[in-house]
């Protein structure tokens, strides 16, 4: 070959490969701008790891509603996933690695079953998206009960840890039994020896209102229905302080009975485990602009919700050390995971 055309044939080479390089580096900026403004293709499956009509049921649908009404995620279909505490949801979305277009409603649970060995999965095993409220727990008696104060029921129980039993939703080791413990346990009663019973389908109000049970260990939202039909009487709730409202602005705390205590029953999203950063920011740009409009903060205070916004990675610290605690006081009280 001529010299001449070695010239020509490394030039035609010379071209294809910055064509070549062109159309790589046009590909690769594609992704990264389909990757920085992600937003959703199809119908975001919302899903509650429980039956209708509980917590995770009411927030997803009330999150969902909202988030179409004001055009925010115009599509997000609530689906329910009962089953082991929760533990039947999460295996479902963690069978969804890398979706971008799942979530689930999640709160204390996913801590506390996997630490009692009733799922493989827990909170490190799925992608945080944000916290976003704050619900707290009531301890309710009926309204002929000889207890009129949470310090007379401490008292009682001091004495004798099986001289009132404890129902709640929840099993052994779960979050109507461990913030019934973290209280009472504050306050001097040896918690090892409570007499507590699990509701079965839900029936614990059904159950103190049959005096079938002495206490039930439950959220404000349930007790301040029964409390204001005058049915019941709330000793305490779990709030650091006093909640706004009618009818719960009359349960006493149970810091002002003494006890330094103090539980909060936090509800956020998490979404399988693998999703990308770019749909975590949209999610939760998206939450946190939801819970600034009127229509959230009216159906937000009639539930006696308090707003409890964390973002990612805030959310993520905060899941991480509120483990550890539930760890300690399980392992104290002899339910943790051997």
Sequence with gaps: MTKRGRCYGFT???????????????????????????????????????????????????????MGEEKLIEKMAVVNKPGGGGASGWSYVHRKKGDNHTLFVTSPPILFVPLNGQSQYGHNDFTPIASVIADYGAFVVHKDSPYQSMTDLVDALKKDP?????????????????????????????????????????????MLLGKKADVYSTGVGEAAEQARAGKVRVLAITAPERMKGDTVKDFPTLKEQGIDDEFTVWRGFMGPPGMSKSAVKYYEEKIKEMM???????????????????????????????????????DEIGLGDK
């Excluded at 009127?294 to 919700?305: L, Q, V």
């Design 12 to 66: 035609i080479l010379l071209v294809f490969a910055l064509i070549l390089g062109g159309c790589g580096g046009n590909t690769a900026s594609n992704k990264a701008a389909n990757e920085k403004d992600f937003k959703p293709s199809k119908a975001i499956e919302v899903v509650a790891p429980a039956g209708a009509g509980g917590g995770w049921d009411t927030t997803a649908r009330t999150i969902s509603k909202i």
């Design 162 to 206: 099986k001289a009132a039993s404890i129902v709640g939703t929840s099993s052994p080791g779960s979050m109507d039994h461990m913030q019934f413990v973290s209280a009472v346990q504050k306050a001097g009663v040896d918690a090892k020896k409570l007499k507590y019973i699990t509701a079965q389908d839900g029936a614990g109000m059904s």
């Design 292 to 330: 600034e409009k009127d229509s959230w903060k009216s159906i937000r205070d009639s539930y006696g919700w308090t707003d409890n916004f964390m973002g990612h990675q805030e959310f993520k610290d905060y899941l991480d050390t509120q483990y550890k605690e539930m760890k300690a006081l399980l």
